[in-house]
């Protein structure tokens, strides 16, 4: 591919266009044709490269494009294996109803994922979900644009029928809050007509408040007996302050950050290890003061 770049680069500059670089183009490739895709431009462009530009005469070099391209074939870089990813990255807080908000619009994530930060990727096409560990989860055409307030569902992203495995699942969560976190689970369920779904919306005041607030107030609504999703919403909004958007980000990375570091732990060298660094140091100092025009 590297030789149609050339070739197409000597047409631009040819015949001393430097005002217009892309006139030889417009008169010889564009002039008097029509393209129905840019699929089809580029297999045309790519004949008339191999058919015309490539092989005529340049005016300015006298030699052809092609010839001068296998001189310099061997110092040329190659393109990199996989084109640049320009694609936005950014931040959004799983809602209650298992969705992240983007434009005005709603794309769903695995319910489980609900109250966590997770990492979202948007392509000109696309939405994606990364989990904490950066795998994807979901993904989602985008919405057309100028569209409000639409939602992209998918069915394996809300709770099945299987109301054991929802618990266990919900337990898992709850028990990340400690003892009391499942307690009030337990009872949540227990004394509530839809109490597995309160549980998730609890885990959404996760997208709202710190951790440490959310469980005060878990053990504060066990302590009064008052187990519902109501309760421990009134007691955060009395008790405790909103993060912001910037303290999410550092929260989620701290987590992160101790995950990995429990995962991978690092043993101390012993010095003499760095004793050969410290040699090579030395020895090419003195090199140098030998030869001070080094």
């Known amino acids: 591919m590297l030789h149609h770049c050339y070739g197409l680069q000597c047409a631009f500059f040819d015949k001393g266009k430097v005002e217009r670089p892309f006139a030889y183009v417009e008169a010889n490739l564009l002039n008097g044709r029509t393209f129905t895709s840019l699929e089809h431009l580029n297999q045309i462009a790519m004949r008339w490269l191999a058919e015309t530009a490539d092989v005529r005469i340049h005016r300015e070099t006298g030699r052809r494009p092609i010839d001068l391209y296998e001189e310099e074939k061997p110092h040329l870089l190659a393109l990199p294996a996989r084109p640049y990813d320009t694609a936005q990255v950014l931040y959004r807080t799983v809602n209650p109803e298992g969705h992240i908000a983007y434009l005005q619009n709603f794309y769903s994530a695995p319910w489980q994922r609900i109250g966590e930060l997770l990492p979202v990727r948007i ?38 029928r299987d109301h054991r495995h929802k618990y266990e699942l919900l337990k898992q969560r709850f028990a990340e809050f400690g003892p009391e976190g499942v307690l009030f689970l337990d009872e949540l369920i227990r004394v509530r007509r839809c109490g597995k779904d309160e549980a998730a919306r609890v885990l959404g005041l996760l997208a709202i408040y710190h951790r440490e607030d959310l469980v005060r107030a878990l053990e504060r609504a066990a302590r009064y007996r008052a187990f519902s999703w109501s309760a421990v919403e009134r007691i955060l909004a009395a008790q405790a302050r909103p993060r912001s958007g910037w303290e999410s980000l550092a929260v989620e990375a701290r987590d992160q950050l101790s995950e990995m570091l429990r995962q991978s732990s690092l043993d101390a060298r012993s010095t003499a290890e760095y004793q050969p660094l410290l040699e090579e140091t030395a020895n090419r100092d003195e090199e140098d003061d030998d030869n001070p025009s080094a």
């Open 123 to 160: 392509t000109e096409k696309e939405l994606i979900v990364y989990g904490p560990d950066v795998k994807e989860i979901a993904r989602h055409e985008l919405c057309p644009s100028g569209t409000t307030g639409e939602k992209r569902s998918r069915p394996d992203h809300v709770p099945g």
